[in-house]
């Protein structure tokens, strides 16, 4: 759950953050790829986090 959360959200800050600094198309592309893989990647090391408090 936290993984497609950080995905979505990730992407849509980097999408964003290009817009807001005048990219083209292709930059803000790839800045939402790389904030989506970046977001989804502290998504899971949360949930494998939670998982190990929780289960312990």
Do not use: C, E, K, N
């Not at 959200?9 to 930059?27: C, T, V």
């Not at 939402?32 to 502290?42: E, K």
């Amino acid at each position: 759950m936290f993984v497609i959360a950080g995905l979505v959200l990730g992407a849509l800050y980097g999408g964003w953050s290009a817009r807001r600094r005048g990219g083209r198309r292709a930059d803000i592309a790839q800045y939402a790829t790389v904030y989506a893989i970046f977001f989804a990647l502290i998504g899971l090391f949360v949930t494998l986090f939670l998982d190990r408090m929780l289960l312990g």
